[in-house]
């Protein structure tokens, strides 16, 4: 059985949230759990209250999240236009060329609108 979040006065969510370094620290301050408190801040801004933008703590970035995940993938099923650069960031490769230009495979009639 799950419990409901203590009620918080949104004049003290919106004080705790704006002094606060992180999400962990809003939650600390207020008895929160993260999904509660990110979905108040959400519905506050919903409302037009302009609450600044917080991550959680330690939170690892996009950067890092792609890297891992390329480096843990099998090089055998590795999309071949996917790499890790010396600094450990994902990027994609420029396109091979194509060996031989593209031909159509059915060649169509002109048509003849003026019938």
């Given at each position: ?15 705790v949230w704006q002094t ?15 999904n509660s408190a990110s ?41 071949p236009d996917k790499t ?32």
């Open positions: 059985m799950s419990t409901r979040a203590s009620p918080v006065d949104p004049k003290r969510f919106i004080e606060s370094r992180d999400m962990n620290e809003v939650c600390d301050r207020l008895g929160l759990q993260p979905q108040r801040a959400c519905n506050m801004r919903a409302r037009g209250v302009e609450l600044k933008r917080m991550g959680r703590k330690n939170a690892a970035s996009n950067e890092e999240l792609r890297k891992l995940a390329l480096d843990l993938q099998d090089p055998d099923t590795r999309s890790v650069d010396d600094k450990g960031a994902a990027t994609t490769l420029a396109p091979l060329p194509a060996e031989t230009p593209a031909t159509p495979l059915v060649e169509s009639p002109a048509l003849d609108w003026t019938e």
